[in-house]
């Protein structure tokens, strides 16, 4: 079946350090590949997506290629602020029939002053 | 707008005790979602559904049940509620009809079940 596999955290991170956080999945045919944000006390928010293969998806600084030959789409930040402390989920949605998503695990991200 | 809502924020049952949990979403969307997110398992799909009076079965429905009366409201149900129950539960809609679209979450429920 369809998955998604994040790398495990907490990552941990100074104030303005670049920042790589890997996913990769498995699916057949063209999903549609996301990443969502959960600060804490709070619920997911979409933060950047791609729809198909080479696009880049961009939000708040934040960076994501869907490489279809690698199957991943690695979440990158040139310098994080300690406002960017939350989980990260990588998610696939397959557009054919129902939107279903699949989660990956989530990443927890720790950014220091 | 308020976009999803959820009620109530926090919950501890004894175990066999029933209740439910309410979505509520001003956006006028046709697809609503629950979900639970429990430690190192990301977040699984419980029930959902694609419009009015629709429901359908997602990951792991067993001890869960739902109902769409209105476009707007999404309730999931526990009967009889059981300590592998404990989790956080999140709501989720989206326009499902248009491709590529997102979907928008509450923040979410945390139910104790003792």
């Known amino acids: 079946g369809d998955s998604v596999t994040q790398m495990e955290g907490p990552v941990t991170l100074s104030e303005e350090a670049f920042l790589t956080i890997n996913c990769t999945y498995t699916?057949?045919?063209?999903?549609?590949l996301f990443w969502y944000v959960q600060y804490p006390g709070e619920g997911l928010q979409l933060l950047l997506k791609a729809t198909k293969a080479d696009d880049k998806g961009s939000n708040k600084g934040f960076e994501a290629t869907y490489r279809k030959e690698t199957t991943s789409f690695h979440l990158e930040k040139g310098s994080v602020q300690v406002s960017d402390s939350a989980v990260y989920f990588c998610?696939?949605?397959?557009?054919?029939?129902?939107?279903?998503?699949?989660f990956g695990t989530g990443t927890r991200l720790l950014v220091s002053p | 707008n308020a976009g999803v809502t959820q009620t109530p924020k926090f919950r501890v049952l004894k175990t066999g005790q029933s209740m439910t949990l309410l979505c509520a979403q001003d956006m006028n969307h046709e697809y609503m979602y629950w979900y639970r997110q429990d430690p190192g398992m990301g977040l699984r799909l419980i029930h959902y559904s694609v419009g009015e009076g629709t429901t359908a079965k997602g990951e792991v429905p067993d001890g869960y049940n739902v109902s769409r009366l209105k476009k707007q409201n999404f309730l999931l149900g526990l009967e009889s509620a059981a300590p592998s129950q404990t989790s956080v539960y999140f709501c989720?809609?989206?326009?499902?009809?248009?491709?590529?679209?997102?979907?928008?979450f509450g923040p979410g429920t945390r139910l104790l079940v003792l």
């Open positions: 989720a809609s989206s326009y499902g009809r248009v491709m590529q679209e997102t979907q928008y």
């Open positions: 998610a696939l949605r397959k557009d054919t029939g129902f939107q279903k998503l699949v």
């Open positions: 699916a057949t045919g063209y999903p549609s």
